[in-house]
């Protein structure tokens, strides 16, 4: 079955400075790949996704890209903000399956 | 609209209890899932179901745990008798898109203690 692994698991970067998390996954049927958000004592919020056809997708401060040759994919966060602390988590999905990564705990600091 | 709903937020229990999770979909969301959030194993799915029916039971932990969709709005996940170590928090999620190929619109969660 599809295995997703996510890294690092907790990320602390500087207020301003870029983030970013990485993601692999095993199952190369694998075709839709969405990224969430989960704040404190909320359920996780997506914030951006990206489907096997396209390598790269970008909304404002953040990006996600996509290998599939390699099996991995990216989130990355410009000019990080004190909002953007949270917990994020990849998930890879095919059909009616869908995994998610472990989640990595981003903090950003003044 | 008002999101996915779930009910309790919080529940504490003893061990060997029922206890009955609830969700309410977004209206015209005809996609269900169920996941349980643990620092040890991170969210794992537990159950998954289009258009009232179950689709992917295959992460639901053993018979303990059942989860029924009465209708197109609501769904109940059950777990009989509980057990500490079910201690976690339990989501639903809703989607308009079959399957897990769309955006997942989650509920805020109900977080279990089995005592």
């Known amino acids: 079955g599809e295995n997703v692994e996510q890294h690092p698991s907790t990320l602390s970067v500087q207020e301003g400075d870029s983030a970013v998390i990485k993601c692999t996954y095993s199952?190369?049927?694998?075709?839709?790949f969405p990224w969430y958000k989960q704040e404190l004592g909320k359920g996780p919020q997506l914030i951006i996704d990206i489907r096997s056809n396209v390598g790269e997708k970008k909304d404002q401060r953040i990006a996600v890209t996509l290998n599939k040759t390699a099996k991995h994919f990216s989130l990355h966060i410009t000019e990080t903000q004190p909002e953007d602390s949270a917990v994020y988590f990849c998930a890879a999905s095919r059909d009616d399956k869908i995994i998610f990564g472990k989640g990595t705990r981003l903090h950003i600091l003044p | 609209d008002a999101g996915v709903i779930q009910s309790p937020r919080h529940e504490v229990t003893e061990m060997g209890q029922e206890v009955t999770l609830r969700c309410k979909l977004i209206s015209g969301h005809n996609s269900l899932f169920w996941y349980r959030q643990t620092m040890m194993r991170g969210l794992e799915l537990l159950i998954y179901f289009n258009n009232n029916v179950p689709i992917d039971d295959s992460g639901m932990p053993e018979d303990r745990f059942s989860a029924k969709m009465p209708n197109a709005s609501f769904s109940t996940l059950k777990i009989q008798p509980s057990e500490p170590r079910d201690s976690a928090v339990y989501f639903c999620?809703?989607?308009?898109?079959?399957?897990?190929?769309?955006?997942?619109?989650f509920g805020p969660g109900t977080r279990l203690t089995v005592l």
């Open positions: 199952d190369s049927a694998s075709n839709y």
């Open positions: 999620a809703s989607s308009p898109i079959a399957g897990g190929l769309g955006e997942q619109f």
